[in-house]
């Protein structure tokens, strides 16, 4: 377990901003207890520093997972969002889309939202920004890109994409536990 | 008058014996057509009234011949003698009251035949339903014939029904019930046990070494029920997790997807029982997104037991794939430090999973050997949860398998894996602890002797430990004794759990707190125990001199002797008692000071 160099460290808030934007602070700075991002075998794990501190003295070998996995930064350097970091995203979400009961399944099995399974979407979303995908009842059920911004998603006709699919909580399910660690 | 009485007379003495043999022939008829009889009560009647109506018209048609014949001779038509004229012919009633003496006698015997008739047939029906009972009885009394080692090598060789071998089994239990009296007298109690255990066996599929353990642990009857029930499955259970919701809402949400459920029991305020469910349980949306675990309430026991609070350091030693830890998460309010362990990798995979779907964020989780975690982690631990890996003879029901795929060689080796891991759990465990003074919980699914009791009394004369409450007030007390073997009282303190008693899994829960870093326990007599202890205190005492003096030197506050004054026994010659160890805690500094 080793912390994130500066590169890693740029990398992974850029991403983060896209579905944060400036709540990315409120990360960093927490009001209770210091936190910290710790690198396992290329995966980030965000961790507040008492548990970290208790994670030293397990050896490197044996160490599985700490606090919660964000994602994993990939051969060629790109960071990628895993589901397990939903909780914080929904948390600090900027742009968030609420899908009909309807097409909740749709897209717990991995497909895009499309506009007849539309109910609601923050106004002011510019295209390609990160999204967080709510249910009815105000349950995440994952994240994505916005395929159109808002404005062009009011135009769009029916079958057309207004969220393409990045994880959602299907994956807990389809076998992502390899994924996991 | 008198005439006509005497001749009539004559004629009703005729009439009754004409009568009696139409009684004789009704009696017969009554005989043969009982049961018809039974059936049409209201036809019954009919006919009598007919009969009765049949004979009337009979008495009628001979007294109006009598009438013609007497008063056509005599006179005029309507005189006093001849009464004829005031007999209206159709009206019965009228011909009863006219005909007084012999024709009422004649009418009453018709009734009274009836009755009696009646009171035969009550009579026959009461002596019948005797002879039913002493049949019964005969039969219920009858002795229950043991087969023979010949009878049963006949049956090898035909085809034995199920429902045979369960009648065989009744039978036996009822014997064993009341042996003085129901067993034949030349067979053996243990001969009844050997058939019965061999019977069961072959019926529910079981190794016939695993139902002769079951056999001298419950009793005959209690094995039985023990099997049957765990043939069947026990209800699907689901625990809400309230880290992200609380349990009216999601029973709301779950109803309205059309899910039937119930709470769990009055010692649950978390678990929901699952009766009836359009949908898998495990798809959900809620479930996807962590706001409850499919968790059997046997499980949830061990963890309510260790109740730990937040801001504690906990150890799950055996965690995959993370139903405890989560539980165990939650009661901490993600406030604190699980490290969850288990040996196998692709189960930790699970717990991973499940830890991040639920939402808890205070878990380590690693992939030690449980049994090194004592030197690793040595006096660490607030709390340590330990549900063992086990032979599994609690959740037969959730596993058929296991019925004949283990042996008692099996549950023998995981008896001696669990007591490796007991040790190393209570080494990992810090006594000084101030929320808890060092508590932990050993739990395991098995209903065996050999990987419950004995593990935790062997802990018991390793460790300095003691057993406490699991605070669990439903569930069966430990054994203390079993055949040969004795455990220490203090075990009746831990808690079994039964299917065919709780209709929960199978499960032993026992509640541990740690005493002292020492090696045996202080109240055991035996000299040999009281030399190793000296030794090991000798040694202890050593290091703590040379912390001392580091100590001092370094102007940090030093070890207390009194504190450890307990341990320091190694003045005391082997012979003397333990109870006189408080008085002597002042020669051990003097000693000490001559030699050191």
Same mark, same amino acid.
């Given at each position: 377990m080793r912390p994130l160099t500066e590169d890693e460290t740029r990398t992974l808030f850029v991403k983060l901003t896209e579905y944060m934007g400036k709540s990315i602070e409120k990360m960093i700075n927490r009001s209770d207890e210091r936190h910290c991002f710790r690198l396992i075998k290329d995966r980030v794990y965000y961790v507040s520093e008492s548990i970290m501190k208790t994670a030293n003295s397990v050896r490197r070998e044996d160490l599985l997972h700490v606090g919660v996995c964000l994602g994993k930064f990939t051969k060629s350097g790109k960071f990628r969002l895993h589901i397990t970091a939903l909780e914080y995203l929904s948390q600090h979400a900027k742009y968030k889309v609420w899908v009909k009961p309807s097409s909740e399944m749709s897209f717990l099995y991995g497909n895009h939202v499309i506009k007849s399974g539309l109910a609601r979407m923050t106004e002011n979303t510019p295209q390609y920004a990160g999204v967080v995908v709510y249910s009815m009842s105000d349950i995440p059920l994952g994240f994505g890109v916005a395929a159109q911004s808002t404005e062009h998603c009011q135009t769009l006709e029916p079958s057309g994409n207004v969220v393409l699919h990045q994880s959602d909580i299907g994956e807990y399910l389809r076998g992502v536990e390899d994924d996991m660690c | 008058m008198g005439r006509r009485s005497k001749s009539s007379r004559s004629k009703a003495k005729a009439k009754k014996q004409s009568l009696e043999e139409l009684e004789l022939h009704s009696m017969s008829e009554n005989e043969s057509n009982e049961e018809e009889k039974i059936v049409e009560t209201g036809g019954k009647e009919k006919g009598i009234s007919e009969r009765k109506e049949h004979e009337k018209k009979d008495d009628e048609s001979e007294d109006e011949n009598e009438c013609t014949i007497e008063t056509n001779p005599k006179g005029p038509l309507f005189s006093d003698e001849n009464t004829a004229w005031l007999r209206p012919t159709k009206n019965k009633i009228l011909d009863l009251d006219e005909d007084d003496g012999d024709d009422i006698n004649e009418k009453e015997l018709e009734v009274e035949r009836q009755s009696r008739l009646i009171d035969m047939e009550m009579k026959a029906e009461k002596e019948e339903a005797k002879a039913e009972m002493s049949r019964t009885i005969a039969q219920e009394t009858e002795i229950f014939h043991l087969p023979t080692m010949e009878e049963l090598e006949n049956e090898e060789n035909r085809v034995v029904s199920p429902s045979e071998i369960r009648s065989r089994i009744e039978s036996i239990l009822e014997v064993l019930a009341d042996f003085k009296s129901r067993r034949e007298q030349d067979r053996s109690r243990s001969e009844y046990i050997h058939q019965l255990a061999s019977d069961l066996s072959e019926l529910y599929g079981y190794l016939p070494e695993l139902m002769e353990y079951f056999l001298s642990m419950f009793g005959a009857s209690e094995t039985y029920e023990f099997v049957d029930a765990s043939d069947r499955p026990r209800p699907l259970i689901i625990r809400t997790n309230t880290l992200k919701a609380r349990r009216k809402d999601l029973a709301t949400a779950l109803m309205k997807r059309g899910v039937s459920l119930d709470p769990?029991?009055?010692? %649950? #305020?978390?678990g929901l029982k699952i009766i009836e469910s359009p949908v898998p349980m495990g798809a959900t949306p809620e479930y996807l997104s962590g706001h409850y675990m499919l968790q059997s309430a046997a499980s949830m026991c061990p963890v309510l037991a260790l109740n730990p609070q937040p801001n504690e350091k906990v150890l799950d030693m055996s965690a995959a794939p993370g139903g405890k830890t989560s539980y165990l998460a939650q009661l901490m309010r993600n406030k604190g430090v699980i490290i969850a362990n288990d040996l196998k990798l692709d189960r930790q995979k699970a717990t991973v999973a499940n830890m991040h779907r639920l939402g808890v964020k205070i878990v380590i989780t690693c992939t030690h050997d449980g049994r090194k975690l004592g030197k690793k982690f040595p006096h660490t631990f607030d709390r340590i949860l330990l549900d063992a890996p086990c032979s599994g003879l609690g959740v037969i029901s959730r596993d058929p398998s296991v019925k004949v795929q283990r042996t008692i060689m099996d549950v023998k080796k995981n008896s001696h894996l669990q007591k490796e891991l007991l040790l190393a759990a209570i080494d990992a465990l810090n006594h000084k602890s101030k929320k808890s003074g060092g508590v932990m919980v050993y739990s395991t699914c098995s209903v065996s002797i050999f990987e419950n009791e004995e593990v935790v009394n062997y802990a018991l004369q390793k460790r300095d430990i003691k057993i406490i409450s699991t605070t669990l007030d439903f569930g069966k007390p430990g054994f203390i004794r079993y055949k040969e073997k004795r455990f220490h009282p203090s075990l009746a303190l831990t808690r079994r759990f039964y299917p065919h008693v709780h209709n929960m899994d199978g499960f032993f829960v026992a509640k541990i707190q740690k005493l002292s870093d020492g090696k045996t326990k202080h109240s055991l007599e035996s000299t040999k125990h009281i030399e190793q202890d000296i030794e090991e205190k000798m040694k202890d005492s050593k290091e703590k001199d040379r912390k001392r003096k580091v100590d001092a030197s370094a102007g940090k506050e030093t070890l207390k002797p009194n504190k450890n004054a307990k341990n320091d026994? &190694?003045?005391? =010659? =082997? %012979? &003397? =008692? #333990? #109870?006189k160890s408080n008085a002597k805690v002042t020669k051990p500094r003097r000693y000490k000071n001559s030699g050191s």
């Amino acid at each position: 377990m080793r912390p994130l160099t500066e590169d890693e460290t740029r990398t992974l808030f850029v991403k983060l901003t896209e579905y944060m934007g400036k709540s990315i602070e409120k990360m960093i700075n927490r009001s209770d207890e210091r936190h910290c991002f710790r690198l396992i075998k290329d995966r980030v794990y965000y961790v507040s520093e008492s548990i970290m501190k208790t994670a030293n003295s397990v050896r490197r070998e044996d160490l599985l997972h700490v606090g919660v996995c964000l994602g994993k930064f990939t051969k060629s350097g790109k960071f990628r969002l895993h589901i397990t970091a939903l909780e914080y995203l929904s948390q600090h979400a900027k742009y968030k889309v609420w899908v009909k009961p309807s097409s909740e399944m749709s897209f717990l099995y991995g497909n895009h939202v499309i506009k007849s399974g539309l109910a609601r979407m923050t106004e002011n979303t510019p295209q390609y920004a990160g999204v967080v995908v709510y249910s009815m009842s105000d349950i995440p059920l994952g994240f994505g890109v916005a395929a159109q911004s808002t404005e062009h998603c009011q135009t769009l006709e029916p079958s057309g994409n207004v969220v393409l699919h990045q994880s959602d909580i299907g994956e807990y399910l389809r076998g992502v536990e390899d994924d996991m660690c | 008058m008198g005439r006509r009485s005497k001749s009539s007379r004559s004629k009703a003495k005729a009439k009754k014996q004409s009568l009696e043999e139409l009684e004789l022939h009704s009696m017969s008829e009554n005989e043969s057509n009982e049961e018809e009889k039974i059936v049409e009560t209201g036809g019954k009647e009919k006919g009598i009234s007919e009969r009765k109506e049949h004979e009337k018209k009979d008495d009628e048609s001979e007294d109006e011949n009598e009438c013609t014949i007497e008063t056509n001779p005599k006179g005029p038509l309507f005189s006093d003698e001849n009464t004829a004229w005031l007999r209206p012919t159709k009206n019965k009633i009228l011909d009863l009251d006219e005909d007084d003496g012999d024709d009422i006698n004649e009418k009453e015997l018709e009734v009274e035949r009836q009755s009696r008739l009646i009171d035969m047939e009550m009579k026959a029906e009461k002596e019948e339903a005797k002879a039913e009972m002493s049949r019964t009885i005969a039969q219920e009394t009858e002795i229950f014939h043991l087969p023979t080692m010949e009878e049963l090598e006949n049956e090898e060789n035909r085809v034995v029904s199920p429902s045979e071998i369960r009648s065989r089994i009744e039978s036996i239990l009822e014997v064993l019930a009341d042996f003085k009296s129901r067993r034949e007298q030349d067979r053996s109690r243990s001969e009844y046990i050997h058939q019965l255990a061999s019977d069961l066996s072959e019926l529910y599929g079981y190794l016939p070494e695993l139902m002769e353990y079951f056999l001298s642990m419950f009793g005959a009857s209690e094995t039985y029920e023990f099997v049957d029930a765990s043939d069947r499955p026990r209800p699907l259970i689901i625990r809400t997790n309230t880290l992200k919701a609380r349990r009216k809402d999601l029973a709301t949400a779950l109803m309205k997807r059309g899910v039937s459920l119930d709470p769990l029991a009055n010692w %649950s #305020k978390v678990g929901l029982k699952i009766i009836e469910s359009p949908v898998p349980m495990g798809a959900t949306p809620e479930y996807l997104s962590g706001h409850y675990m499919l968790q059997s309430a046997a499980s949830m026991c061990p963890v309510l037991a260790l109740n730990p609070q937040p801001n504690e350091k906990v150890l799950d030693m055996s965690a995959a794939p993370g139903g405890k830890t989560s539980y165990l998460a939650q009661l901490m309010r993600n406030k604190g430090v699980i490290i969850a362990n288990d040996l196998k990798l692709d189960r930790q995979k699970a717990t991973v999973a499940n830890m991040h779907r639920l939402g808890v964020k205070i878990v380590i989780t690693c992939t030690h050997d449980g049994r090194k975690l004592g030197k690793k982690f040595p006096h660490t631990f607030d709390r340590i949860l330990l549900d063992a890996p086990c032979s599994g003879l609690g959740v037969i029901s959730r596993d058929p398998s296991v019925k004949v795929q283990r042996t008692i060689m099996d549950v023998k080796k995981n008896s001696h894996l669990q007591k490796e891991l007991l040790l190393a759990a209570i080494d990992a465990l810090n006594h000084k602890s101030k929320k808890s003074g060092g508590v932990m919980v050993y739990s395991t699914c098995s209903v065996s002797i050999f990987e419950n009791e004995e593990v935790v009394n062997y802990a018991l004369q390793k460790r300095d430990i003691k057993i406490i409450s699991t605070t669990l007030d439903f569930g069966k007390p430990g054994f203390i004794r079993y055949k040969e073997k004795r455990f220490h009282p203090s075990l009746a303190l831990t808690r079994r759990f039964y299917p065919h008693v709780h209709n929960m899994d199978g499960f032993f829960v026992a509640k541990i707190q740690k005493l002292s870093d020492g090696k045996t326990k202080h109240s055991l007599e035996s000299t040999k125990h009281i030399e190793q202890d000296i030794e090991e205190k000798m040694k202890d005492s050593k290091e703590k001199d040379r912390k001392r003096k580091v100590d001092a030197s370094a102007g940090k506050e030093t070890l207390k002797p009194n504190k450890n004054a307990k341990n320091d026994h &190694f003045s005391i =010659p =082997p %012979s &003397f =008692p #333990k #109870k006189k160890s408080n008085a002597k805690v002042t020669k051990p500094r003097r000693y000490k000071n001559s030699g050191s």
